[in-house]
């Protein structure tokens, strides 16, 4: 269990694979996982041939070939990712050095886990009449018994295969999870292409005409697909408690505007909250704002706050417990972290400080790039393919 570096198999050599990489939704407007798999993609297709099988597809790369995999049925979800699975090790059962799943898959020698694992959170700390509860909801389930099939066939080792995991905080459920592939388990955490920097006075002035928000005011940005679980109602009742002159921009998912807009209308905010949408390009969505907040509830990583921290923006964020990037940030250093994401006063008193205190913006911002130029992504496509190589070196 520890994170890859390349220097951890010396000597490798530097041959071009040919790799197929998995991952159902290969767009920009995706999650995390997308976002991780895509970014690997554009690092690596320089030196290898990469396919990328997916059933969504709204990315071009040069020397990328994408293969369209056919979609069964959207509902129920679990006969999709079967089929998904299916389709996918018949289409790379043969032929290539590398397969890479990003999904719930059976086939696939790198596997890449991006969330808390299905049995974890079934049956962790479950016990007595609780836990034969929980049996009972899963053996009466097609959806979750397909899913925890799956799951144990992609953290099987019987086949030469890598596990990686995007953070830290993943290692413990996965191992206790599943205890045979606890010492297999490697961490290779996200990146950002490139350290901009704090956005100048006109920049931010220029992303905000652009992005037709106000001008003037101090702008609390949020971003995130899962509106609830990322705490944007927590974000609602601090805003209330901020001068007026401070507003949200939330960028994200666009199926998720009309409740919060409703919501927003209820609790009297409505003209000083904005709903950006799903944004390909978010530099201007970054450069507009004065901060970010991220609340969440539940976040394996969180890249968002990597890319504001690489925008060098100050960042509110939740601590460890409920989001993974925390585990690598210093308190009162790299960012401001909460004890307690759903304590709507608390959260409005670490956005006040931040729009109030220039000392501490300056610093958190100073921290922000360094820590961000620690994670760039090709130094991750580096650790990566350290995987591929080792995986490809003749067994002795």
């Known amino acids: 269990m520890k994170t890859v570096e390349p220097s951890d198999v010396p000597g490798l050599p530097a041959r071009r694979l040919r790799i197929a990489v998995l991952n159902r939704y290969f767009s920009s407007t995706g999650g995390g996982a997308e976002h991780y798999s895509m970014a690997l993609v554009e690092q690596l297709a320089a030196r290898h041939e990469i396919h990328v099988f997916a059933q969504q597809i709204d990315h071009q790369w040069p020397g990328v070939t994408y293969h369209q995999v056919s979609q069964l049925a959207r509902r129920p979800r679990w006969l999709n990712q079967l089929w998904y699975a299916g389709v996918t090790w018949w289409a790379t059962r043969s032929g290539f050095d590398v397969v890479h799943s990003h999904e719930n898959t059976w086939h696939g020698n790198v596997q890449t886990v991006h969330v808390l694992p299905v049995k974890y959170k079934l049956f962790h700390d479950r016990h007595g009449f609780s836990l034969a509860l929980r049996w009972l909801k899963v053996l009466t389930s097609p959806r979750l018994l397909v899913y925890l099939w799956l799951e144990r066939c992609r953290m099987s080792l019987r086949r030469r295969r890598a596990i990686v995991v995007t953070a830290t905080g993943l290692i413990e459920p996965a191992a206790l999870a599943y205890p045979a592939c606890g010492a297999a388990i490697q961490v290779i955490t996200p990146g950002v292409a490139q350290v901009v920097g ?36 927590t974000l609602l009742q601090a805003l209330a408690q901020l001068p007026k002159e401070a507003y949200l921009a939330v960028a994200g998912n666009a199926s998720q505007i009309p409740l919060f807009k409703k919501q927003a209308e209820l609790a009297g905010l409505a003209q000083r909250i904005h709903f950006l949408g799903s944004c ?55 960012a401001l972290l909460l004890s307690d994401p759903t304590d709507a006063k608390a959260l409005a008193q670490a956005l006040q400080r931040l729009l109030d205190d220039a000392a501490l913006r300056q610093r958190l911002t100073r921290s922000a790039s360094q820590f961000a130029r620690q994670h760039l992504w090709a130094a991750v496509a580096r650790q990566q393919e350290t995987i591929y190589q080792a995986l490809c070196k003749p067994s002795r």
């Open 198 to 233: 704090p956005a100048s006075e006109p920049q931010r002035r220029s992303a905000r005409l652009r992005l037709g928000l106000p001008i003037g005011g101090r702008c609390v940005l949020f971003v995130g697909n899962d509106f609830r679980r990322k705490g944007l109602p």
């Open 280 to 334: 390909k390009q978010m530099d201007d969505v970054y450069a507009a704002a004065d901060c970010l907040a991220h609340p969440t509830l539940e976040d394996s990583f969180a890249m968002v706050v990597l890319e504001a921290l690489a925008h060098g923006l100050p960042v509110v964020v939740s601590e460890e417990k409920y989001c993974g990037i925390a585990s690598l940030l210093t308190d009162e250093t790299h």
